[in-house]
């Protein structure tokens, strides 16, 4: 049966483990004309965070307000950058069309008291997908955003922490590089058409429901939100391009508008037990952590990455990371930078044990800087 998602669940799981040199396996069985598969991970770290300098402001994750909970330092027990989660897949071909339905709950480990993450349900996807080989794909749905999907699938430290910022920890999940390297790719009703394949080329066009900011204070004018994503496979590695458009609009003022526009280029290519990622995005309005976040400003992410597989069991890495404004005065939000150095041990083909060390840092444009260093050590499984 033909692929019918580029950016499904599945193959976030899927596509992350191979980049780590991992397998998972799910449960599969028939029913009727449908292949049902059910799997799905869970994960749980031990972090520590320490945060010194002065007080910088806004999304700076290296400062204490998020790095570590207002105060000196935190410890938490709770997710990684993946939430725990519950996967369930339906796949069938009728009258010449390959159908899918995706389906992901996710949960929290951990929350800022003993009870009240007990109901917080996570759900990210929730699609269906219809097409073949000569009419391409189109998928309806809630489901992943393309902007920055391959950064963060490739991160090492999807499977990990990477920065174990408190603000987010405490009862969702850690940031790895986003913040501090890329923009997250986000959640979105969205109606994506993928094209039939073109030799080494896949690409999809997307129309998303427009999204606010945080705290609402810029709004989603009446448009859809628009992005486009292009993988070229380059014998054994890979490239890709991709955009993304939304207008907004100030929420207690709709004279105050701006678009969103936010171009992305990057790239992975291996070298035997080495593997090297950059991926690099720019624009205005892309936002330090999600769309429209900064407001109006000019912004620049870079990622970096090297991977290398020591042992048949054992990959070592170490990734940089950083988001940097380019407009700003003074004390306003300048960049977060992130270095993370990890371990990642395949104890069995399902479960992989990590310990990553990191340092993130934040800046303002007068030059006052904040630093968190963290520790994540824990594991993941697959299922």
């Given at each position: 049966m033909r692929k019918t998602s580029t950016f499904s669940p599945r193959l976030l799981a899927l596509a992350s483990l191979a980049a780590l040199g991992c397998s998972a396996q799910a449960a599969g069985f028939k029913a009727g004309d449908w292949d049902m598969t059910v799997g799905g991970f869970i994960n749980a770290y031990y972090t520590h965070t320490n945060c010194s300098g002065p007080q910088v402001g806004g999304l700076a994750l290296g400062a204490k307000a998020l790095g570590c909970g207002g105060t000196s330092g935190r410890t938490v027990v709770g997710n990684?950058?993946?939430?725990?989660?519950?996967?369930?897949?339906?796949?069938?071909?009728?009258?010449?069309?390959?159908?899918?339905?995706?389906?992901?709950?996710?949960?929290?480990?951990?929350?800022?008291?003993?009870?009240?993450?007990n109901s917080n349900v996570d759900v990210r996807q929730g699609f269906m997908t219809i097409g073949n080989a000569d009419m391409g794909t189109v998928k309806l749905g809630r489901d992943y955003g393309m902007f920055g999907a391959n950064a963060i699938l490739s991160d090492m430290t999807l499977l990990g922490a990477g920065a174990p910022v408190n603000g987010t920890q405490a009862n969702r999940v850690t940031l790895g590089h986003i913040g501090a390297g890329y923009t997250y790719l986000g959640h979105y009703g969205q109606i994506a058409y993928t094209l039939p394949t073109m030799g080494p080329v896949t690409a999809t066009v997307g129309l998303y429901s427009?999204?606010?900011?945080?705290?609402?204070?810029?709004?989603?004018?009446?448009?859809?939100?628009?992005?486009?994503?292009?993988?070229?496979?380059?014998?054994?590695?890979?490239?890709?391009?991709?955009?993304?458009?939304?207008?907004?609009?100030?929420?207690?003022?709709?004279?105050?508008?701006?678009?969103?526009?936010?171009?992305?280029?990057g790239g992975s290519l291996p070298l035997g037990a080495f593997n090297l990622l950059a991926n690099f995005q720019t624009g205005k309005g892309i936002g330090v952590l999600a769309d429209g976040d900064s407001g109006n400003a000019k912004q620049r992410n870079a990622l970096v990455q090297g991977t290398f597989q020591a042992t048949p069991k054992a990959k070592l890495g170490l990734s940089y990371g950083q988001s940097r404004m380019k407009d700003g005065t003074g004390t306003a939000f300048k960049s977060n930078t992130n270095l993370t150095g990890g371990l990642y041990f395949g104890l069995t083909k399902s479960v992989t044990l990590v310990a990553e060390l990191s340092q993130t840092q934040s800046k303002n444009f007068q030059g006052d800087k904040s630093k968190m260093n963290g520790v994540a050590l824990g594991g993941i499984l697959f299922y």
């Open positions: 990684g950058l993946l939430p725990n989660a519950l996967i369930t897949t339906a796949k069938t071909t009728q009258d010449g069309y390959d159908i899918s339905a995706t389906m992901m709950i996710g949960a929290a480990v951990s929350s800022s008291d003993s009870i009240s993450n427009p999204v606010s900011s945080f705290a609402n204070v810029y709004i989603a004018k009446n448009q859809p939100q628009v992005q486009l994503h292009a993988d070229v496979k380059a014998g054994d590695g890979k490239v890709w391009v991709g955009m993304k458009h939304q207008a907004f609009m100030n929420s207690t003022n709709n004279a105050d508008t701006f678009n969103m526009n936010g171009y992305e280029v």
